[in-house]
């Protein structure tokens, strides 16, 4: 279906490193398919690499509402907490 495909596009531009074209991509799969969780993983993984934690956290944050048992999305959720108050103390 359209949301797969575009999730899946979206991943072969991550892996490109091409970040901007991969969030547009798994915004579009979001879009078509507001209940697929795959994508939402995908875009907050980009923007927690991006240093987006805030956004990156809603994503993950939204993904474990659609799936409580999405485990890697519970790490990445945890991982962008304590990144993001990393970089805030470092910013003191």
Known sequence: ?????????????????????????????????????VPYYNRG??????????????DFSKVLELNPQFEDAALSLKQAVLDKEAKQKQSY
């Open 45 to 58: 993984l980009v923007r927690y690499r991006l240093g987006d934690f805030d956004e990156a956290m809603k």
């Open 1 to 37: 279906d359209l949301a797969t495909a575009l999730n899946e596009r979206g991943q072969v531009r991550y892996l490109r490193v091409e970040f901007a074209a991969a969030v547009r991509d798994f915004t579009a799969a979001i879009e078509c398919q507001p209940s697929f969780e």
